[in-house]
T-cell receptor, first 114, second 112 residues
């Protein structure tokens, strides 16, 4: 299967701890996105990479959040000093640069901050 | 600011009972409108892209249509396996990132 993969699928952490999530996009896709989804809501955009460059960040992305995409392949999203309000599903998506805009999502990482 | 409103929030149908889901959008320029299906605890699954008013796309029991202000997802003779949350999203033509702006979704339940 060559879809988008995310790791871990579930993460439980205590308030104040740091967590890191990983996303492996579809191999030929150069665009990569992170979204956050809470219960009963649609996904909300967090940040966007084209190849290794982080080109856009949402105002939702506080200073405690940082994302990287070294070498334009996999990406990591780190949350420092987690808060209970960070509890959500974190979704990664990728898309091709070849004139099509549909994004393909991974299974998500469910974060619970206790 | 781009806005997407989906209705109804929840819909219960008997198996075989056809219906439509609505997605109203406000965007300064539409690059594309997207429909996704999401099962509980999973990531959204891509269904359709619509680019211009009048366009229609079909897949099995699903048909998506687009006007200048809204999109419909028509479900013909649904089966229990069609039960899921259906999400609508838009991409603004001015968005260099092509980021998706989603509605809250319609939760569809198909009863045998």
């Amino acid at each position: 299967d060559t879809g988008v993969s995310q790791d871990p699928r579930h993460k439980i952490t205590k308030r104040g701890q740091n967590v890191t999530f990983r996303c492996d996009p579809i191999s030929e896709h150069n665009r990569l996105y992170w979204y956050r989804q809470t219960l009963g809501q649609g996904p909300e955009f967090l940040t966007y990479f084209q190849n290794e460059a982080q080109l856009e960040k949402s105002r939702l992305l506080s200073d405690r959040f940082s994302a990287e995409r070294p070498k334009g392949s996999f990406s990591t999203l780190e949350i420092q000093r987690t808060e209970q309000g960070d509890s959500a599903m974190y979704l990664c998506a990728s898309s091709s640069h070849r004139g099509r805009y549909e994004q393909y999502f991974g299974p998500g990482t469910r974060l619970t901050v206790t | 600011e781009d806005q997407v409103t989906q209705s109804p929030e929840a819909l219960r149908l008997q198996e075989g009972e056809s219906s439509s889901l609505n997605c109203s959008y406000t965007v300064s320029g539409l690059r594309g409108l997207f429909w996704y299906r999401q099962d509980p605890g999973k990531g959204p699954e891509f269904l359709f892209t619509l680019y211009s008013a009048g366009e229609e796309k079909e897949k099995e029991r699903l048909k998506a249509t687009l006007t200048k202000k809204e999109s419909f997802l028509h479900i013909t003779a649904p089966k229990p396996e069609d039960s899921a949350t259906y999400l609508c999203a838009v991409v603004n033509s001015g968005a260099g990132s092509y980021q998706l702006t989603f509605g809250k979704g319609t939760k569809l339940s198909v009863i045998p």
